[in-house]
């Protein structure tokens, strides 16, 4: 078992005693895959004044950074679409041309396992060169059994194939696929419920997600899943409120959701139903700036009824092909009037809230030692900066 000390370092601990709960002057012990102790340099207790010790030489430590909603396993791309819509096409005439989330289906149902994973590293591999040490992959591009759980066991190779944390959630009910249109019920009785069954069945699924809008699914379609979830032992979390209000952060509330994700359609009220449930509010803003969005989540809200807000890529080739969790630091600040301080707990100690990880997201004595070495003078300088990458090292698991 590796122990050492990183030393002549600022850490921003996302503890909440100051803000970023910062240190300057200080060290980390790191024990195994372990912290053994953090705090001010000239306070290193024994044994760990004589271990291996290395300078960073004022450098920034924060958390590793974690990505918790992303769509990385899928089939083809829609750039296309994009081109489509910048000349003037609309949703439907993509739609009727054989595009929008059918032509990720059709894609996705095309492509093997193999196929898949070497999709996925890619987009992976963009997130792991920015500080990322823990990601959410979700299903819900097959809409099938099959495919469905084909995804999800890519999912879970991505995870061996890189030193990074997988989470895998189902989204069995994203959409309801082409060969069900106009039966939703029908699609959740029949395909997606047993598909969850076999997820679980297999060991493929960390939590179960769903789509609660007006093109996907309602409350009580939901509901239905939710409940098969909880039988299953499984925790929730939910798309909710992107493009109207349908209920589903409530919904999501009341099933004590680790999160309920997107927001924008979100109120007063669903904000302390969320606070009282102690549900995260992942907000999207790639999303929010890929589709043209003008309706802002209810940023101000959530902080009066303190709801943890969490901040994620929403990496999917339609409404967000966004490979940077830096750049999403930076969207909520800018889009969403986020603080900088508000985004960085977003991606580290908030975000693990959401994925239900006690164990990350905070530089604290016990937890895992996932964390990040940046070339930066001050924690801000991480949401600051557009398309620049100032990570110097990522640590997971207490390596290299």
């Known amino acids: 078992m590796s122990a050492y000390v990183l030393t002549d370092a600022v850490l921003a601990t996302m503890n909440a005693s100051a803000p970023y709960g910062l240190v300057p002057k200080a060290a980390v012990a790191v024990e195994g895959d372990r912290i053994a ?21 004022g450098r920034l430590v924060t958390p590793g950074l974690i990505d918790c909603h992303t769509h990385l396993v899928q089939g083809g791309d829609r750039a296309g679409e994009f081109e489509m819509r910048l000349e003037g096409a609309s949703y439907e ?18 492509a093997d396992e193999e196929a898949l994973v070497s999709g996925a590293l890619r987009r992976l591999d963009a997130l792991i060169a920015e500080g990322v040490t ?46 069900q249109a106009g039966r939703a019920d029908s699609y959740i009785d029949e395909v997606c419920l047993p598909a969850l069954r076999r997820a679980a069945e297999e060991g493929l699924a960390d939590a179960v997600d769903g789509f609660c809008e007006s093109i996907a699914f309602d409350t009580a379609q939901i509901a239905r899943v939710f409940d098969l979830a909880a039988e299953l032992g499984l925790p929730v979390k939910l798309h909710a409120e992107q493009l109207s209000w349908m209920g589903g952060a409530r919904l999501a509330a009341s099933r004590g959701a680790l999160s309920a994700d997107h927001l924008e359609y979100a109120n007063w ?22 589709l043209g969005e003008t309706q802002l989540p209810p940023v101000g809200a959530f902080r009066s009824h303190r709801v943890p807000m969490a901040l994620a890529t929403d990496c999917n080739p339609g409404s967000s092909p966004l490979t940077s969790l830096l750049l999403a630091l930076n969207m909520g600040c800018t889009l969403f009037r986020m603080t900088p301080e508000e985004a960085l707990r977003g991606v580290t100690v908030h975000a693990a809230r959401a994925l239900g990880l006690a164990d990350r997201g905070r530089i604290a004595a016990g937890l895992r030692a996932d964390l990040c070495v940046w070339d930066v003078d001050r924690p801000a300088e991480l949401a600051y900066r557009i398309g620049f990458n100032p990570l110097h090292r990522r640590i997971v698991g207490g390596r290299t």
């Open 269 to 290: 009220e669903d904000a302390a139903e969320m606070a009282r449930a102690g549900t995260v509010a992942v907000l999207l803003p790639g999303a929010f700036y890929t």
């Open 134 to 179: 823990t990601v959410e992959v979700k299903s819900g591009y097959g809409l099938d059994a099959e495919t469905e759980l084909r995804m999800l066991r890519a999912a879970r190779r991505l995870g061996e194939a890189r030193n990074v944390t997988v989470r895998t959630s189902f989204l069995g009910a994203h959409a309801v696929p082409p060969e």
């Open 93 to 110: 005439e993509i739609a009727r041309a054989g595009g929008g989330i059918v032509s990720t289906v059709t894609e996705t149902r095309k």
């Open 37 to 57: 102790w953090a705090g001010p340099a000239d306070a290193l207790p024994p044994p760990f004044d004589g271990w291996p010790a290395e300078r960073l030489e």
